[in-house]
């Protein structure tokens, strides 16, 4: 897999109309133009939306291919959706919640094993790219794949459900009541499951310092 | 809570000694918003006053920030540049399919034309289900009699048996 490739918008034109009619939420109406047979409004909402999607699922399972296979069930189930589609709840909420049903099933379904599987290459592989950078040294390249490893095997220990909160709280910046719509439960119950999924990072990851390195 | 409550709510805590990590798990958003670096400017200044005494509140936002820096390093990677492609392909693949564009039929353009079938349906079903409920002792009634009639032709059958013995015994009787 290469660096990201510009993916295909010729939609200017279609992207400046649906911005200027900003009564609802831009990607409520852009569904709400899909369910009118709009497919190029679909794809404006894919190129929003396929990036968060695609990372959060890839966080989640920590297998890229897998990742992009259930992001792709995602938003499948989206268009399949346009018929029925009512902007009552926030769009990115909506999507969240098919996203993290799509992973529990996943994991709970114990694919996840298999996934792992090719693990391993995908880390070398995803590592070896993200922490290329010429003028850093050996050394603390080396540094920064344990960092990662560290970070990784603690995101992985954590409960189904506290894990996708923390995922969406960190690296998605939904706020509470987001992650309280895409998982189906209360506000407080979010910020509990935030609280102990933090605590257990904390006990895991707290030795680690600023630098990425291990503190003595 | 709306922003001008939550800061008055927190002052008061605050002055009160209330920490907010002794009240219950729900009631950390304020750390954890101050952690991550999202918490309103003049909540901000509230807290950092409460961290000055609050020696857990300090140990909790070191450790949560060096965790929330540690998370930094869990980056994605980029999306395969066909992912539009295979994804398009499917959905064109779905399209084709007969069922799908029954269905497409049936719910296009946001009006699902099935949905005013649903209360006919379930009027049908309930009368269906009251129809065989009324005509289920008749039913009974029509076996129960088919069952007697055959009851009474048994009996009508023995008796004649009897009858035939009877008449037969005095016969033999008489010859001996």
Redesign the interface.
């Given at each position: 897999?290469?660096?990201?490739?510009p993916?295909?918008s010729s939609l200017t034109g279609v992207q400046e109309s649906v911005t200027a009619a900003l009564g609802l939420e831009r990607d409520a109406e852009l569904m709400?133009r899909v369910?009118?047979?709009c497919t190029a409004s679909f794809?404006l909402l894919?190129e929003r939306h396929?990036?968060p999607v695609?990372?959060f699922l890839?966080?989640m399972v920590q297998n890229?291919a897998v990742a992009?296979e259930l992001?792709?069930d995602v938003?499948?189930r989206v268009?399949?959706s346009r018929?029925?589609?009512e902007p009552s709840a926030k769009f990115t909420t909506w999507l969240f919640r098919i996203a993290t049903h799509r992973a529990l099933n996943f994991i709970r379904d114990g694919r996840h094993e298999k996934g792992h599987q090719s693990l391993d290459d995908e880390i070398g592989d995803?590592m070896a790219?993200?922490v290329e950078d010429k003028s850093s040294t050996v050394e603390q390249n080396m540094l920064?794949e344990v960092?990662?490893q560290?970070?990784?095997n603690a995101?992985e220990a954590l409960p189904a459900k506290q894990k996708a909160a923390v995922l969406m709280?960190?690296?998605q910046e939904l706020d509470?009541s987001q992650i309280a719509g895409a998982l189906e439960c209360s506000?407080?119950?979010v910020?509990?499951l935030?609280?102990?999924a933090?605590e257990s990072?904390?006990a895991r990851?707290?030795h680690?310092?600023?630098t990425?390195t291990k503190e003595s | 809570m709306a922003e001008p409550n939550r800061k008055q709510y927190y002052n008061r805590q605050f002055q009160m000694n209330h920490c907010p990590l002794a009240s219950g798990?729900?009631?950390?958003?304020i750390l954890?918003d101050y952690c991550?670096r999202t918490l309103d400017p003049a909540l901000v200044d509230i807290f950092e006053k409460h961290m000055e005494v609050c020696s857990a509140c300090r140990a909790f936002s070191e450790?949560?920030m060096?965790?929330?820096?540690?998370?930094d390093?869990?980056?994605?990677?980029?999306?395969?540049?066909d992912?539009?492609h295979?994804?398009m392909a499917?959905?064109a693949r779905?399209e084709e399919s007969p069922w799908r564009r029954m269905w497409?039929k049936m719910?296009?353009?946001?009006t699902?034309i099935w949905r005013p079938l649903v209360p006919v349906a379930a009027a049908l079903v309930l009368a269906v289900g009251l129809w065989m409920r009324n005509s289920g002792p008749e039913a009974a009634t029509v076996a129960d009699s088919q069952l007697d009639a055959e009851q009474v032709e048994t009996a009508l059958q023995d008796m004649e048996m009897l009858r035939q013995l009877t008449i037969n015994e005095p016969a033999t009787q008489q010859k001996m």
């Open positions: 897999m290469g660096e990201t490739q993916q295909p709400l369910r009118d047979g794809q894919l396929r990036g695609v990372h890839y966080r890229q992009e992001a792709q938003f499948l268009y399949r018929a029925t589609y995803g790219r993200q920064k960092r990662l560290e970070v990784r995101i709280h960190k690296y509470y506000e407080s119950a910020k509990s935030l609280f102990r933090y990072l904390r990851l707290a680690l310092d600023a990425g | 798990e729900e009631n950390v958003d954890l991550n450790s949560q060096a965790v929330w820096d540690a998370l390093a869990f980056e994605a990677l980029p999306v395969s540049p992912f539009d295979k994804l499917r959905i779905e497409n719910t296009a353009g946001g699902a």
